[in-house]
C-alpha cells in the first residue's frame, strides 16, 4: 500500500492511497476457506463446495469490506503517525470511488481531501489577563428573592376582589368575532396600562378591553384564548371578560415548617438565621454564575489573541457532510462564525492540554458521574455505604449505555473542566465588585 500527501497549501491537502492486490489478497482468500468449510449449497456437502463457486457468491464483498476496514485502519494510523491535526476526518473522493470496477480492478486508487490545521501559538501566562467578578447582592434582590420563595411555597385560595398578582377566571368573548372561551388570565400578563380595568372586579362584574393594548405580546395573547401562536398573530379588536373566580397566591409564613421546607429540618431555627442562609445561598448561587461568566472571557480572550488558521472551505463542506439532511448550506453559510470559533477553542484547549499533560482517569470519570446524579437527588452531599454501592452502579450503567457515548462525553468534560483550571491557574485576574443588575446585563451581552 502507498499513501502520498499532497499539500494545496497550509490549510488543505490530498491523500492519495493505491490499494494493491497483496495488500488484501491474503485476508480474502483466508475468509473465503471459512465460508467455504461453513456454506451450504444444494447439490454439494457442506464444506465441500469449491473455492471458484465460493470466490463467486462472495468474493466481491469480501473484497470490498476487507480494502474498505484496510483504508480505515490505514489512513487513521497515517494521520496519527504523521501527526496531521486536522479538521473532523478525511473526506473521500466520491466521484473517484464511483468510477471503480470491482469486478475487474485488482489495483485501486482512493482519494481524500484534509483540512490541515497547521501549528499555531497560544499565550498562557499572566500576560493574559481576565476579569473576575464579586457581586453584591442587595437588600432589595433578597426581598425579592424571599418574597418569590413565599408565594411559590404559599397556598391559592378564594378572593373577592381582584387584586394585582391574582389569577382571574372566567369567560372571554370576543365582541366582533364568534370566539368565545373559558380561561384563567394572570394578572401579571396583563399591560400595566390596562390592569386598572381588572383590578377591584368581584365575580359577576363584566370588564371589556383592547386585547392588542391590554396583551402587549402574541405569547400572551395565545396563553390566555387557547389560540395557537398563528392565530394569535391575527387576532385584535374588543373583547369582554366576565369574572367567574378570583384565585390568589397567599404567601407562606416565615415559620418552623417554612424554614424546614426551603433549608432542610433544623438547619435554621430562626428568620434571622433564615435570612443570613437566604443570603448566603443567593450568593453562592451568584458566585457559580459569575465563574460561568469568567470561562466565556477566557474563551473570549484566547479566541481573540490566538491565531489559528482553517480552511473556511473544508469546514463547510465538512459540516455539510457530517449533519447531512440535518443542516442546509444556507444554515452553515449563516453560522460559520459560530462553528469556526467552536472548533477554534477545541483545538485551543486540546493542545493547551496535551502541551501541559493533562490527563483524566477512569475514577474521576466515574466520581464526576456520581456527582451529577447526587445532584438529581436534591444536590446530596455525603452518601452511606449502600447509597454509594447504588450510585456506583447507575454510573456505570450510565456511562455504558449509548455505545459509550456517554463515557466520553463524561470524560471530555472532566478534561475540559481540569484544562480550564489549569488556564486559569497561568493567568492573571483582577477583581471587580458590581450589582446584580449590572451583572445580568454583562450575562446578557455574552
Do not use: C
Request: glycine content about 6%.
Amino acid at each position: 500500500m502507498e499513501i502520498v500527501l499532497d499539500k494545496k497549501g497550509s490549510t488543505a491537502a490530498t491523500l492519495k492511497v493505491t490499494v494493491k492486490a497483496d495488500d488484501y489478497q491474503p485476508k480474502v482468500q483466508s475468509k473465503l476457506k471459512e465460508y467455504g468449510k461453513k456454506v451450504s449449497l444444494k447439490g454439494f456437502r457442506q464444506g465441500k463446495v469449491p473455492t471458484s463457486v465460493i470466490e463467486r457468491m462472495y468474493g466481491k464483498s469480501l473484497k470490498v469490506d476487507e480494502i474498505n476496514q484496510l483504508l480505515s485502519e490505514s489512513v487513521g494510523k497515517y494521520i496519527k503517525d504523521e501527526k496531521l491535526n486536522i479538521i473532523g476526518y478525511p473526506l473521500p473522493d466520491q466521484a473517484q470511488a464511483a468510477k471503480i470496477d470491482w469486478d475487474n480492478q485488482s489495483e485501486y486508487v482512493f482519494s481524500y481531501d484534509l483540512g490541515l490545521i497547521p501549528e499555531f501559538k497560544y499565550e498562557l501566562s499572566d500576560k493574559v489577563k481576565v476579569t473576575k467578578y464579586e457581586i453584591e447582592t442587595d437588600p432589595k434582590r433578597v426581598a425579592e428573592t424571599l418574597d418569590n420563595i413565599r408565594r411559590q411555597q404559599g397556598k391559592m385560595d378564594e378572593a373577592e376582589v381582584v387584586e394585582e398578582g391574582d389569577y382571574i377566571n372566567g369567560e372571554m368573548k370576543s365582541l366582533t368575532t364568534d370566539f368565545a372561551t373559558t380561561t384563567m388570565i394572570p394578572s401579571d400578563k396583563i399591560a400595566k396600562d390596562e390592569l386598572k380595568k381588572f383590578v377591584g372586579k368581584k365575580t359577576g362584574d363584566v370588564i371589556e378591553f383592547d386585547i392588542e393594548k391590554a396583551f402587549t405580546d402574541k405569547s400572551s395573547i395565545a396563553h390566555v384564548t387557547g389560540m395557537t401562536k398563528e392565530e394569535a398573530e391575527t387576532t385584535s379588536g374588543k373583547f369582554s371578560f366576565t369574572v367567574t373566580g378570583i384565585r390568589r397566591s397567599f404567601p407562606a409564613e416565615l415559620n418552623q415548617e417554612f424554614f424546614d421546607k426551603i433549608f432542610g429540618p433544623g438547619a435554621v431555627k430562626s428568620e434571622e438565621e433564615f435570612n443570613q442562609k437566604l443570603v448566603e445561598t443567593i450568593n453562592s448561587n451568584y458566585t457559580r454564575e459569575a465563574e460561568v461568566l469568567v470561562s466565556r472571557d477566557i474563551r473570549k480572550e484566547f479566541l481573540a489573541n490566538t491565531k489559528v488558521e482553517m480552511s473556511a472551505d473544508f469546514l463547510k463542506r465538512f459540516l455539510l457532510v457530517n449533519n447531512e439532511g440535518k443542516m442546509t448550506t444556507e444554515q452553515i453559510e449563516k453560522d460559520l462564525d459560530l462553528y469556526q470559533d467552536d472548533l477554534k477553542w477545541l483545538l485551543i484547549r486540546n493542545k493547551i492540554g496535551e502541551d501541559n499533560d493533562v490527563k483524566v482517569e477512569h475514577a474521576e470519570v466515574i466520581a464526576r458521574t456520581k456527582e451529577l446524579f447526587m445532584q438529581q437527588f436534591g444536590g446530596l452531599t455525603s452518601l452511606s455505604e449502600e447509597m454509594d454501592e447504588t450510585m456506583n452502579k447507575l454510573a456505570d450503567n450510565y456511562l455504558a449505555s449509548e455505545n459509550g457515548k456517554n463515557y466520553n462525553r463524561t470524560f471530555e468534560e472532566v478534561y475540559y473542566s481540569k484544562v480550564l483550571k489549569l488556564i486559569e491557574s497561568k493567568i492573571s485576574f483582577t477583581t471587580k465588585k458590581i450589582s446584580v443588575d449590572e451583572f445580568e446585563k454583562l450575562v446578557q451581552a455574552n
